[in-house]
């Protein structure tokens, strides 16, 4: 087994550092929001989480292509990861989405464009890894899980522009958009600078993450190899 | 392959000797195999048919459909039935083929992969559109509703077509695992929102009589759905059959 490799370490430290920063400029260097006061403050990371889920989601997408074209395990590997990570940041951003929409919208959840293309995603997700779990052949799952992502990765977007277009045409909807406009609200420089700090701060815990998942998955292939020359 | 007809072993051996000319001939081959097997056996399409006019029963239970309210709900309650349905026939069309090795035996014979996926597809698009035509009439006798509106059927017509497509391909990946059947639903229903969301909007747009300009965007987004899985469906089916 390859031990870990020094950057890896360095960049686990980093991640940890950079999220502590982050939490710290948060609470104690970004100005309070006049309006929404506390509230505002879960923001910088509910950017920073969609972001994160965002990067996976386009990384799985990348990944299957990758696989199908070059039939090589190692993306398959990675789409792997990069799902499993999406699926969890993007869970983290929509608890803290309904976090920050009850006080400000009066309701937990609406079926806001954003809203629900990210739980749709999150639906995709599981059937995916329910897939991948349904199939024994190693190089079958890898496929089948590669032709899913690219199929979950073109209809999301599509469910994105139908639900914005369901919103822009029904007048009865429109109470979801004026709530939407009723959180936003003008950054200062300072908050602006947070966000940007938190959003580089999770990206490199997202490469930190995803480079953890993909040793994890190499280790298990690994194991799985082993298992098979004992057993013959 | 004791179901497999005459017709696919005579188009299969000249696809041999003119591959080009052979690609619409082998889909035709393999949707006319599906529907002869149907048509002796009576399986599936009694079932998918039952099925819908219990779903249709249940729904008139389950939420009180007012004559005020009929032209709003109709297109969700339709588009529901259509859509369990349509799973119930994607899987056993996918599962016969897989159960007596009918589709090594299609894999073997000598016509393009993508061949295969049309020809499944237009049976799958065969059964459902067969429901649907059953299904809409007899919807209107119970609720008293006008659904003689070719708008609608057009509606039909491409929402069938996007969802056949996925389905198709999905319940092609779905029968190779170990859930089967089970996962079908789990994987299809996300993925086609999209279609869902358009055909209800739009169906509810020709029922209710609205102008053709709150229409279009939809009819668009159909469309656009359509061809872009159609495609993907097309270039990957390869991928999910390969052994």
């Known amino acids: 087994m390859k031990p870990q490799p020094k950057l890896l370490t360095a960049l686990s430290i980093l991640s940890v550092l950079l999220f502590l920063a982050a939490l710290a400029m948060v609470f104690l260097y970004a100005p309070l929001e006049a309006v929404m006061n506390y509230v505002q403050k879960i923001f910088y990371f509910h950017i920073a989480n969609a972001w994160i889920g965002m990067l996976g989601f386009i990384a799985a997408a990348i990944a299957g292509i990758a696989y199908l074209v070059k039939k090589d395990m190692k993306w398959d590997i990675v789409e792997v990861a990069a799902v499993e990570i999406s699926l969890v940041f993007f869970f983290i951003t929509i608890v803290t989405g309904s976090i920050w929409a009850k006080p400000s919208w009066g309701t937990w959840w609406t079926w806001d464009a954003r809203l629900t293309t990210a739980a749709i995603l999150e639906m995709i997700y599981i059937a995916y890894l329910m897939l991948r779990q349904g199939i024994e052949d190693p190089e079958r799952r890898a496929r089948f899980g590669a032709v899913y992502t690219l199929i979950g990765g073109l209809s999301v977007p599509v469910t994105f522009l139908s639900i914005r277009l369901w919103q822009t045409i029904h007048p009865a909807i429109i109470g979801a958009q004026s709530a939407e406009a009723q959180g936003s609200f003008g950054m200062t420089p300072a908050m602006l600078f947070t966000m940007f700090f938190s959003l580089i701060s999770f990206s490199i815990i997202f490469v930190t993450l995803l480079w953890h998942r993909i040793r994890i998955g190499q280790l298990t292939n690994q194991v799985e190899e082993l298992k098979h020359k004992i057993s013959e | ?243």
Not at chain 2, 180 to 202: E, W
């Open chain 2, 1 to 243: 392959m004791d179901n497999r007809s005459p017709a696919v072993e005579q188009k299969a051996s000249s696809t041999v000797h003119r591959p080009s000319s052979g690609f619409a001939q082998a889909v035709f081959a393999i949707t006319w195999k599906d529907l002869t097997a149907e048509l002796r056996s009576r399986e599936l399409l009694s079932a998918m048919l039952v099925f819908a006019l219990l779903v249709i029963i249940i729904f008139n239970f389950a939420i009180e459909l007012e004559p005020k309210l009929r032209p709003v709900i109709t297109p969700g309650v339709l588009w529901v039935t259509f859509v369990f349905a349509g799973t119930l026939g994607l899987n056993r069309s996918m599962a016969i083929e897989k159960d007596r090795g009918c589709l090594d035996g299609l894999l073997l014979a000598p016509v393009d992969r993508s061949a295969i996926f049309f020809g499944k597809m237009l049976g799958n698009l065969v059964f459902m559109f067969s429901v649907e035509i059953i299904v809409l009439p007899i919807y209107s006798v119970l609720y008293n509703i006008n659904l003689f509106n070719p708008g609608l059927w057009m509606v039909i017509l491409l929402g069938s077509i996007g969802y056949a497509a996925v389905g198709t391909l999905l319940s092609s990946m779905a029968v190779q695992t170990r859930t089967r059947d089970m996962l079908l639903p789990i994987l299809l229903f996300p993925v086609i929102v999209p279609v869902l969301l358009a055909a209800v909007k739009a169906s509810s747009g020709y029922l209710q009589g609205l102008e053709m300009t709150e229409i279009t965007p939809w009819l668009n987004l159909l469309v656009a759905y359509d061809i872009i899985f159609l495609a993907v469906a097309y270039m990957v089916f390869e991928y999910v059959v390969e052994e």
